[in-house]
C-alpha cells in the first residue's frame, strides 16, 4: 500500500537515528565510567552496572558529607516512615523522600542482583533470607538500602565488594 509506505517510512528513519543516537550516549557512558575508578570500583557489586555506578556517584558527589554510611539510605528516601504519638509507634512504607531517579537505580539494581545474577554472595543470601521472611518486594527494598550504604563504605574505603562474610567481616 503506498499511502501506508509514505507513513511509515519517516517513522522508520527516525527509529534507527535515534537507535543510532542511544548506542553513542551509551558508548559515552562506558567510557565515562572505564576512566572514573569510583565508578569501575562500585561495578563490581553484583546487580550494579555503569549506569547505576554514575548515577550514584553524580547523586552522592562528597561522599563526606554523611558522617555514617547508615544515613545514606535515608537520604534517598529508602527508610520506613514512621507514625508516632504518645505510646502508638508505628512503622510504615517507606518516605520517598529525597532522590527518586537514585532510588529507582538502586531497587533496579537490588531487583538484578536477587532476581538475574546467577552467583551467589553473602548480601544475596541475607536478602533471600528476607524474602522467604516478609516477600520480595520488602526483600528489594532492603537490598537497595544495604547497597546505598555498602556503595558508600566502598567509596570512602576505597575497597572492592567482599562476595564472602568473611571477607567482608576483615
Known amino acids: 500500500m503506498p499511502d501506508l509506505v509514505v507513513l ?3 517513522l522508520l528513519v527516525v527509529r534507527r537515528v535515534l537507535r543510532e543516537q542511544i548506542a553513542a550516549l551509551h558508548r559515552r557512558l562506558l567510557t565515562i565510567v572505564r576512566d572514573d575508578e569510583v565508578c569501575r570500583r562500585l561495578t563490581t557489586i553484583p546487580g550494579v552496572g555503569p549506569v ?3 548515577t550514584y556517584r553524580a547523586t552522592v558527589d562528597v561522599p ?7 544515613s545514606v539510605g535515608a537520604v ?11 505510646e ?7 518516605s520517598r523522600c529525597g532522590d ?4 529507582a537505580m538502586l531497587y533496579e539494581a537490588a531487583q538484578a542482583m536477587l532476581l538475574r545474577s546467577a552467583k551467589w554472595s ?3 543470601a541475607w536478602a533471600m533470607q528476607i524474602a522467604r521472611r516478609r516477600g520480595m518486594k520488602r526483600a528489594i527494598v532492603a537490598l537497595a538500602r ?12 576505597g575497597a572492592e565488594f567482599r562476595w564472602t562474610k568473611e571477607a567482608a567481616a576483615a
Open 52 to 54: 547505576v555506578a554514575l
Open 76 to 86: 534517598f528516601g529508602l527508610t520506613c516512615s514512621r507514625d508516632q504519638s504518645g
Open 100 to 103: 527518586e531517579m537514585m532510588r
Open 146 to 157: 544495604r547497597l546505598a550504604v555498602i556503595m558508600h563504605r566502598m567509596w570512602v574505603d
Open 122 to 124: 553473602w548480601l544475596k
Open 8 to 10: 511509515v517510512e519517516p
Open 88 to 94: 502508638r509507634d508505628r512503622p510504615g512504607a517507606i
Open 64 to 70: 563526606a558529607r554523611f558522617r555514617k554510611s547508615k
